[in-house]
């Protein structure tokens, strides 16, 4: 599963619909282009680390800049992972 | 410079179930699809509750045609959304850990809405208790009348069905509680000598005030104008309690009308607050005869539960429904013939319309409307 599909997706969730939000293309480029608010950006972290099966007090030292380093971080701490897009679609929605 | 009530959005549960794993098992009105994945710990049920009224299409019609200066009112009735108290001393259906903390601080949920109604110039909440809905249209007044606003929207959502709201109001026996409804066969209603008291329930309103210069401007056919609005409080020691003599009901009554610039004698319709507890009945029908002369009063909370700071605003919007539909309803299981605080339907009077509610810590609240316009 590629993770910045699986990001966008969820990030796309977490951002209020009428709102435009900016699909990451490169696993190097800074989150913050994506037009991720910071409660977006909570919003969208805390959903990755449910999909992931990484518990709350673990996901408190989550501070991502890239999506790189989101992956690295979920990698390090999961119990679990999404079997695909449309699967993590459906726990979030 | 006059307000109008120019679109309206609202939901009720008329589903009743015994929840018989809470610590005062009661029935409520509910809507079970809200708890669904709650204990996921990433949805909550009081936002489930809003998105029945929070219309998408109406949002974005509100946020691509602004009416100018545009404020937005939360009537949470809670500066918190109470489903996830620590407080719960027992696990029940509705124990669930909410994972977004921020979200449940009403103002930041209050922001997230307001700015999807495109509404950025004044955002607040309102956390009066019961009477949180109704007390917020004094707010819509002022700001239109006193600040230029040209438009108010309000939203109004409690998390009523939820183990802090359930174990706060069997606490205090406030709520009728499976218990004793069984020894006693009494079931809900209002201003009876034999039925009483109420179920909490689910539910939510929505609904946008115009100043005149918009509605003339937009060319919208309004839904009523909202005259007058008042909150008071009253001279009384217990800040759960209220006074026999509806001191608060008078006086909040006669803000509104003060306000409004009408006699009270032209108040002949009135959405009561009608919790059905022998101390609201007793408070709020002398409040009521003290400064109403001919009037009739209808009661919803036996009929939709008692949706706490929602219900002000979302049973004045039920009522002009029913006004629409040509008749002011009969306050359900009275069992004896009533003609002021009706058993029965009875058809649309002359005069207007007088919306009340009431909330723990002493706060009375009153709206004066004139007979819907559409």
Known sequence: ?93 | MNVYLTQSRFTYSTHVELLDDILFPQKVHWFPETYHKATTGMFYPPHKVAEKVLDPDLMADLRENSAGKTAFILAAGNTNFSGISPHNKKPSRLSYAYKFLPLTLTQVYAARVAQACGASDQIITDSSACASSLKVLMDVSNLIQNYGFDRVIVLAVEDQVSNSVLEFFGETRAALLHEEESKTGAVPSAFDSKNYGFYVGQGAAFAVFDSEQTVERSGIDPIARLMGAYSASEVINNAIGQREDGQGFAQAIKGAAYYADINVEDIRTVKTHGTGTQSNNASESAGLRSVLKDFIATAYKPRIGHTMGVSGLLETLLLFEDMQSGFVPGIPNRSEEDAVFLSAHAPVPDGLVLSVAAGMGNIYSAAIFDRPCR
């Open chain 1, 1 to 93: 599963m590629d993770f910045l599909q699986l990001l966008n997706a969820v990030a796309r969730v977490a951002k209020p619909d009428y709102q435009e939000f900016i699909p990451l293309q490169d696993m190097a480029a800074p989150i913050a282009q994506s037009n991720l608010d910071s409660l977006d950006l909570l919003i969208t972290s805390i959903y990755l680390c449910e999909l992931y099966g990484i518990d709350q007090e673990t996901s408190k030292g989550m501070s991502p800049a890239t999506p790189q380093e989101l992956l690295n971080f979920l990698n390090e701490h999961k119990t679990k992972e999404p079997q695909s897009v449309e699967a993590a679609l459906k726990e979030v929605r």
